[in-house]
């Protein structure tokens, strides 16, 4: 009885982090009035997670991550609020827009707000970000381990971000990250993502669904559209994964301009 009380009372707990966590992603709609053809699938693995979604919009430009904390649950929660908060401070109160910059500025906020220079905290964030730029329909890129993607046509170009994460020690505190820019055309669709839902253990030999399987799976949804692509992606990711445990935070963004 004693064990089933404080189970309760943890979980109690955690349901009110989760509201708290929930307040701080941007609403669907906000992605949406920016990005009219748009989606965000997130399907947390535990109550709270640390994957998370940022939207910001200022001087032109909307600037769109996908962000992936170490661990999960309650632990990638707390680093989910450092992140969301720091890219706050970083594009609002700073005005750096530019994403390899933001990437470079957010590394050094992360060392500092967890004293990693004093501390063995290694915590780190892989993310995909972009900077859609109106005005030119041009979409600006970095990645700190993770990618983008584009398709057109069917064909599915990946462009690869930094082998390299944000906070932690791995290359240390100067970090440069790589700046790629795309013009858009039209009918061409893109997509960030975590590695949450490549990583996922099922089908019949339950095996990854992997790299290759995954970008497959992109590719064959990318021609409906954005508010089918969503519910695809969910039901594939269910029928793969079947009885077995959801092994990691799922979160994939997919946007068109033209």
């Not at 053809?37 to 939207?55: H, K």
């Not at 933001?102 to 905290?121: G, H, M, V, Y």
Request: aromatic share 10%.
């Amino acid at each position: 009885k004693e064990i089933e009380e404080k189970n309760t009372k943890i979980i109690s707990s955690i349901q009110y982090a989760k509201r708290i966590q929930s307040a701080i992603l941007p609403p669907l709609g906000t992605v949406q009035k920016h990005l009219a053809n748009s989606f965000v699938y997130f399907q947390p693995r535990d109550i709270v997670s640390g994957d998370f979604y940022w939207c910001a919009n200022l001087e032109g430009r909307t600037i769109l991550a996908a962000v992936d904390c170490t661990g999960h649950g309650v632990p990638g929660a707390f680093m989910s609020m450092i992140g969301s908060s720091l890219l706050n401070q970083i594009v609002y109160l700073n005005h750096v827009t530019a994403p390899h910059k933001i990437l470079t500025a957010l590394n050094l906020e992360i060392r500092k707000a967890l004293k990693q220079e004093e501390t063995a905290n290694q915590d780190s964030m892989d993310i995909a970000i972009c900077a859609i730029l109106h005005e030119t329909n041009t979409i600006e890129f970095a990645g700190a381990r993770n990618p983008l993607f584009c398709l057109e046509n069917g064909e599915l170009e990946m462009v690869k971000g930094d082998r390299m994460s944000v906070g932690g020690s791995w290359y240390g505190k100067h970090k440069e990250f790589e700046l790629h820019t795309i013009q858009a055309k039209p009918n061409q669709r893109f997509y960030i993502f975590s590695d949450g839902y490549r990583d996922q253990f099922g089908g019949k030999a339950h095996n990854k669904l992997m790299m290759k399987g995954f970008r497959s799976l992109v590719s064959d949804i990318s021609q409906h559209p954005f508010e089918e692509q969503e519910i695809l992606l969910k039901d594939f990711f269910n029928n793969w994964k079947g009885k077995q445990r959801q092994t990691d935070d799922v979160l994939v963004i997919g946007f068109q301009l033209l």
